[in-house]
């Protein structure tokens, strides 16, 4: 494969996005799926799509949307401003599809992915063996476990998922996808990547527990209501502070605190080990953050949770979090062969908040893991990635890498 990436900080969304398309261009000419993202700030970000066609003067399928809260390119992190990745060769075939999002479960987008899983067999049969669907949908709009359910019940079992939700600049008002060149806040893309070497996909955080186990006792799809029959938001916040949280006095930030912070993390699929009887090095907690505390305390979260399922505050540092962004690329990468052309990462808007200007230096040190090869992407507000036989496929907080194989 080749992987050609840039990033434009330009003040404006046409120009940024021109010229992120331009530098990406010189290394792919013949560009097969272009992955471009822009801040929402803009206020002509609606025409970022357009913008990045006309510099790569092609008809590629086009996927992504907003930022959220930065872009970057090749370890360069821009708060305001366009990246642009592109996938060519001949190692590689593409198929790319649109849905509405109507409903919370969104049944409706069923149908697209499997668009996406017929391509599949098709490539499969010209020699395209692997396949890899990428999955994006607005944040906020959507319930990303919604997302990931329509994405595994169309595409199929042997698809590996990757992508997220898109995001803003932390006003949690407007995520947009790209569909058909246009930011829409109504959609929800699908694009297949077949290929007859496997793409490596891979998440971690490395957030630790630091509060006693809870139990969710009433949900409400994307609500939570309550941690052992008390008010979520009390209990949240009360481990928090105990281990050592300083909670905001404004009510309005408490949300992007704990996000940022002390999120709650939840034992993943096909795992029902109590936390206290957890070997060394097991794998880590899915983390779930928070969006918004509404006025009668529900917490609204960026996907649903079961009641019922056990779960614990966590944290961790700054070196915490860089070296698990070191371990999920050097899985990707193996997971891909371990020669690679590229790689897209996608980081959780909440590590930006967290790392503050250690987010350029945990992609330094991600792009050095990799070798030194192109990379690219956004902060979204939650990560889709499911590699093969994983159960989980939805996370917080969470850096996500996928390494094209050379």
Known sequence: MKIGCGVSSAPSAELAAREAAESARRDVADAKLALVFVSAAYDDAEIGARAAR?????????????????????AVVAKRGASVLLVGGDDVEVACAIAPAKTPSLIEAVPAA???????????????????CLVFGPGVFVDGEALVAAARKGAGARAQLAGGLTGDDLTLDRPRIFAGDELRNDRVAFAGLFSKKPLGVAAKHGFKPVGPERVVTRADGVLLL????????????????????????????IALYLASHYELGFVPGGDDVPGSERAAGARELVARAPLAVRPDGAIQMSASVAERTACQVVSATNADMMAAAERAAIMAAKRAGGEIAGAFLFPCSGRLVALGADLQREHGRVQATLGGVPTAGACVFGEIVRAARESDAFFNTT???????R
Do not use: C, K, M
Request: hydrophobic share 50%; net charge negative; charged share 25%.
């Open 226 to 253: 309550e941690l052992d029959g008390r008010p979520a938001l009390d209990v949240w916040i009360e481990d928090a502070r105990a281990a050592g949280a300083t909670i905001p006095d404004d009510p309005a930030a």
């Open 54 to 74: 006309a510099a790569l003067d092609s008809d590629v399928p086009i996927i992504g949307g907003t930022a959220g809260g930065a872009v970057h390119a090749n």
């Open 399 to 405: 850096l996500g890498v996928v390494a094209f194989p």
């Open 114 to 132: 499997e668009e996406i899983a017929r391509a599949a067999d098709a490539a499969s049969r010209r020699g395209f063996a692997h396949y890899a």
